[in-house]
Structures are given as structure tokens and as C-alpha cells.
């Protein structure tokens, strides 16, 4: 046909793919429903997040009733009560834009690729994005994991833009996706300075100085505008000048140092929480967590480092039963009694596919450091940014999710450089390098 052409050959590869992983996505939450969980909340987070969208509607407050909340930061609940104002449906309305988000990874992972590797891995990478089973298997919960993942992906390709053509229009952009990402999740002010490091490196070149400058104040002052209005509110409720109370202390250390603690004292978590926190309030329970935190960094850091190499091994590893709907709900081995093996080989099979695509990724990121340490530096911050902090703070296979596009890129890399080695063709041009 005519109007398939080179030049628009591209768009029409990414549109089915689009639309092949819309289908998918479907398709699982279809399967969801159809085991009778269409109505279930799995985690405590999406309960908070339902309650605290309906009060932003129903009462104009942000908290739970009349007790606000400090904790959760309000960019997802602020997100899902606009559903809730024009559907009166928070849930089933938060997964269908699951949906739609998760099937949009495929165009932003090819657009982030593109910029500075090839066409080739770029549309791979697209391929195995629309068919990335863990993707599929959060979208029935109603966490801010994928939808935080677009704004990464949303954030990064405006980034990677910027590097490549230097327009400060593009750079508001990044910091408004930036800001919006911070009242998301805390932990992107990490990402932040890791990217205020990398245009800092510009400098370098004095014709760039007065541009890259000019960047850095824009990209701080857009993301951090955009919470100080949260940051201003608990400042008057608690003290804490930011938009959670979790920067206030090492409160979500908690998970890493008492989860080897209460191990060691052969205690279940429940038995632990109830010792120690039992008929205490809400700010109560905080301000003993963060004293009992760090007496335990000072007295036993060998807590805190086998707590370390526990969450690394989470989300390397992590590949949780409550991931499958029909294994939450009867449980495995009851699940092999009803003969479900079918279920038990597609856990089989999305762990090793999770598993690939996590070593292999890994991998093509060290190919990449020792071909072209700029690129690597470009790429690795996601990375990097979520290793420290869901390794050393936060130790849920669950928070692996935003990482993953990135893992997926770098796993196609990988395959690439290991064909090309094979041949005995260079693999020098799979990259495209760029000036810092």
C-alpha cells in the first residue's frame, strides 16, 4: 500500500503495538474480574488512596475525615479524585487508566531508546514492552506504581531531549512532569540532584554554561513550586517543611533494619508491632520508630546491613504470590490440589521472563559503561536513583516496576552486543554518542 512508506512505517509499527498491549491489558483485567476479585483491595496503600481521593471530593480535606494526612504524599489521590468528581468511581476508573497507561510504555520506552541508541533496539524494546507480563499484573491495583512509571518515562524522555537539543522549553516541561512526580513519590528528589549532577557536568564546556545554568534554576524552582503548597500545609500541621512527614527521619528505615531485627528474635511482624507500638497514636508510633531506628543503626548496623542485601534481593528476585489473582485468592498449593497447573507454569514462566530481562538489563548497562561512559552516565540514573533507594530504604519487589522499562532497554543491548559478538561484527554503532 502506498501510504505505508519508510516514513511512516514506524508509526504504524508502534500503533499495533499500542494497541496490542491496550488488548492485553484487556484481556487481564477481564481475567481478573472473571475470579471474582473485581472488587478487592489487596493493600493497605490502596485503601488509603480510595479513602483520601473520595475526601478530597466529599469534605474539600486532605486526610481521613477530620484527621489530615502527612504521610502519603497527594499527587495520586489528588489524580484519582478528578475521576471520582466526573464518575463517582474511584477503583474500577483507576484501573482502566492502568490500562491505558501501562499500553502508552510502549511508545515512551521506543521514544527514550531512540535518542541515543538505534532504531533496532529502539522497536525491540517496544516489542517486549507491550508483552511484559508484570507490567499486566499490577495494572488491577490501585497503586500510584504505573502511574508514577509514566511520569518517569514522561520525565526522562524530556530529559534525554534536553541533552540532546538544548531548548529550555523542554526542560519546564521535564521539571513540571519532575514536580508532579514528587508529590507522587518522595523518593524522586533523589532523581533530582542526580539529574542537576549530570547537566552540572555540561559546564564543562564554557559555550554551554549560561544555558545549563539557566536549566538547573528552572528545573528547581518548576518541580519544587509545584510542592511547596503541600510542603507550606504540613509545615502548619506537624513542623515538617515537605510535601510527606517521611523526610521529617528515618521512619521507612524501619522496614529495612526491623525486618532483620524481629527475624532475629524470632518474632512475626504482627507480634513485633503490637510489643512495641500497641496503644500509641499515629504521631506516637512515628516518633518511637524514628528514635528505635536509629538506637538500632548505632547499636546493630548489622541489622541494618543484612536488611540491605534482603531488599536487594527483593527486587531482584522479587516475584510475590499475591502478583497472580487466582494464586491470592485459593493459594498455591491449593491451587495444584484443584489441578491448576497452568497457573503454576505462567508463574513459572513470568518469573524467568522478569528474571531475563533483570540480569540481561543489568548486564547491558556494564556492556555500555565500558563503551561509552557518557551515554551509560545518561541512562543509569533511573537505576541507579532506584537501586540506592529501594535497597537501602524501601524493600518491596513491587517498587521494581518503575525501573523496569529501563531494564528492558538495556536487556535488548545486551542481546544485540552478544549476536553482534558472535558474528564478529562491530557493535559500536548500536549507540549514538553525545557531548557533555
Known amino acids: 500500500m502506498k501510504f505505508i512508506n519508510k516514513k511512516n512505517k514506524t508509526f504504524w509499527i508502534l500503533s499495533f503495538l499500542f494497541l496490542l498491549s491496550l488488548v492485553l491489558n484487556i484481556s487481564y483485567l477481564l481475567y481478573w474480574s472473571g475470579i471474582g476479585l473485581e472488587g478487592d483491595l489487596s493493600f493497605n496503600d490502596e485503601f488509603a488512596y480510595k479513602e483520601l481521593a473520595?475526601?478530597?471530593?466529599?469534605?474539600?480535606?486532605?486526610?481521613?475525615?477530620?484527621?489530615p494526612e502527612t504521610t502519603y504524599t497527594a499527587g495520586y489521590p489528588l489524580f484519582l479524585s478528578i475521576f471520582y468528581f466526573l464518575f463517582n468511581n474511584v477503583i474500577q476508573v483507576g484501573r482502566i487508566i492502568n490500562v491505558i497507561v501501562v499500553a502508552l510504555f510502549v511508545i515512551l520506552v521506543y521514544k527514550i531508546a531512540k535518542i541515543f541508541l538505534t532504531k533496532r533496539i529502539s522497536l525491540i524494546a517496544a516489542i517486549i514492552t507491550a508483552l511484559f507480563p508484570t507490567f499486566k499484573l499490577y495494572i488491577p491495583y490501585l497503586l500510584n506504581h504505573l502511574f508514577y512509571t509514566f511520569l518517569l518515562?514522561?520525565?526522562?524522555?524530556?530529559?534525554?531531549?534536553?541533552?540532546?537539543?538544548?531548548?529550555?522549553?523542554?526542560?519546564?516541561?521535564?521539571?513540571?512532569?519532575?514536580?508532579?512526580?514528587?508529590?507522587v513519590r518522595i523518593e524522586t528528589i533523589l532523581l533530582i540532584?542526580?539529574?542537576?549532577?549530570?547537566?552540572?557536568?555540561?559546564?564543562?564546556?564554557?559555550?554551554?554554561?549560561?544555558?545549563?545554568?539557566?536549566a538547573i534554576f528552572i528545573l528547581v524552582f518548576v518541580s519544587f513550586l509545584i510542592v511547596l503548597p503541600l510542603s507550606i500545609r504540613n509545615y502548619n500541621l506537624i513542623g515538617v517543611f515537605a510535601?510527606?512527614?517521611?523526610?521529617?527521619?528515618?521512619?521507612?528505615?524501619?522496614?529495612?533494619?526491623?525486618?532483620?531485627?524481629?527475624?532475629?528474635?524470632?518474632?512475626?511482624?504482627?507480634?513485633?508491632?503490637?510489643?512495641?507500638?500497641?496503644?500509641?497514636?499515629?504521631?506516637?508510633?512515628?516518633?518511637?520508630a524514628k528514635k528505635e531506628v536509629m538506637y538500632l543503626l548505632i547499636t546493630h548496623p548489622e541489622y541494618y546491613a543484612e536488611g540491605v542485601l534482603r531488599n536487594t534481593l527483593y527486587w531482584?528476585?522479587?516475584?510475590?504470590?499475591?502478583?497472580?489473582?487466582?494464586?491470592?485468592?485459593?493459594?498455591?498449593?491449593?491451587?495444584?490440589?484443584?489441578?491448576?497447573?497452568?497457573?503454576?507454569?505462567?508463574k513459572i514462566f513470568l518469573f524467568l521472563f522478569q528474571e531475563i530481562i533483570i540480569f540481561s538489563g543489568i548486564f547491558g548497562f556494564i556492556i555500555l559503561f565500558f563503551q561509552n561512559k557518557k551515554t551509560f552516565l545518561i541512562y543509569s540514573l533511573p537505576l541507579i536513583s532506584g537501586f540506592l533507594v529501594y535497597s537501602f530504604i524501601w524493600g518491596e519487589p513491587r517498587f521494581q516496576v518503575h525501573i523496569l522499562p529501563f531494564l528492558t532497554i538495556f536487556s535488548v543491548y545486551t542481546f544485540i552486543n552478544l549476536i553482534a559478538t558472535v558474528k564478529k561484527t562491530p557493535v559500536y554503532d548500536e549507540y549514538k554518542s553525545i557531548e557533555l
Open 54 to 67: 473520595e475526601n478530597i471530593i466529599d469534605t474539600n480535606t486532605y486526610g481521613y475525615g477530620n484527621t
Open 153 to 183: 518515562l514522561c520525565a526522562y524522555y524530556l530529559f534525554l531531549r534536553y541533552l540532546k537539543e538544548r531548548r529550555i522549553l523542554i526542560i519546564i516541561f521535564c521539571s513540571f512532569f519532575l514536580g508532579i512526580m514528587i508529590l
Open 193 to 214: 540532584f542526580m539529574i542537576l549532577f549530570v547537566i552540572l557536568l555540561n559546564n564543562i564546556n564554557k559555550t554551554r554554561t549560561k544555558n545549563n545554568i539557566l
Open 243 to 288: 510535601p510527606s512527614d517521611l523526610l521529617s527521619g528515618p521512619l521507612d528505615l524501619w522496614a529495612t533494619i526491623y525486618g532483620s531485627f524481629y527475624q532475629s528474635n524470632k518474632m512475626t511482624v504482627h507480634e513485633f508491632k503490637n510489643l512495641h507500638f500497641a496503644n500509641l497514636n499515629v504521631n506516637d508510633k512515628k516518633s518511637l
Open 316 to 346: 531482584l528476585f522479587g516475584y510475590h504470590n499475591y502478583l497472580n489473582p487466582y494464586i491470592v485468592k485459593v493459594g498455591l498449593f491449593e491451587a495444584l490440589n484443584n489441578e491448576q497447573y497452568s497457573v503454576v507454569f505462567w
